[in-house]
């Protein structure tokens, strides 16, 4: 009785610690730096860039840009914690003016000023996010994606990434002329 018991305790914190946010499609899971690094190469960021990342989960690709190649950033998370997580981790970098983390639908944020794009979406919502990516970015923006693909929108590059998870599988697009 004592074991069900305590089974049933550890069942339900874990299942808690899964629990969604309403409206949040993909789990929070986290790009290793080294795969961050490698986007944020790939992109060829630079500090004349605005890099956006769509579910930034805790801001470690925005506030990357910022830190290691001075660009600007912006997350968007649907998760109130992860935004509070990013901004105060960007204050204590000393990069609350280059990084901004807003709560909500990445279906809603405006994506003109962006130049880079980066995702850890899945297959499924990047290829919804497809027509809003060609219809507001700027020909010649970067879209980066960590290990999902985009139907039949063919890269222009990709690229492994061993990481200590695994290996992980690149996606670089450039925004065509209209």
């Not at 004592?2 to 305790?9: D, E, K, S, V």
């Not at 001075?70 to 204590?92: C, M, N, W």
Request: net charge positive.
């Amino acid at each position: 009785m004592r074991t069900r018991r305590t089974l049933m305790i550890v069942l339900a914190a874990a299942l808690a610690a899964c629990a969604r946010v309403p409206g949040q499609e993909v789990p929070d899971v986290r790009t290793p730096p080294t795969v961050v690094n490698e986007m944020l190469r790939l992109a060829s960021v630079t500090a004349d860039d605005v890099v956006y990342d769509l579910g930034s989960g805790d801001g470690r690709i925005v506030i990357a840009a910022a830190k290691d190649r001075g660009a600007r950033g912006v997350g968007y998370e649907i998760d109130p914690a992860l935004v509070k997580q990013a901004t105060d981790r960007a204050r204590s970098l000393g990069l609350g003016d280059r990084v901004t983390f807003y709560q909500g639908d990445l279906f809603q944020a405006d994506l003109r000023p962006a130049t880079v794009v980066t995702l850890y979406l899945g297959n499924e919502l990047n290829h919804r996010l497809r027509p809003k990516l060609l219809s507001e970015l700027r020909p010649g923006s970067r879209v980066v994606s960590h290990n999902f693909g985009m139907a039949d929108w063919v890269p222009t590059q990709t690229m492994q990434v061993s990481s200590s998870q695994g290996t992980h599988t690149l996606y670089l697009w450039v925004v065509p002329a209209r």
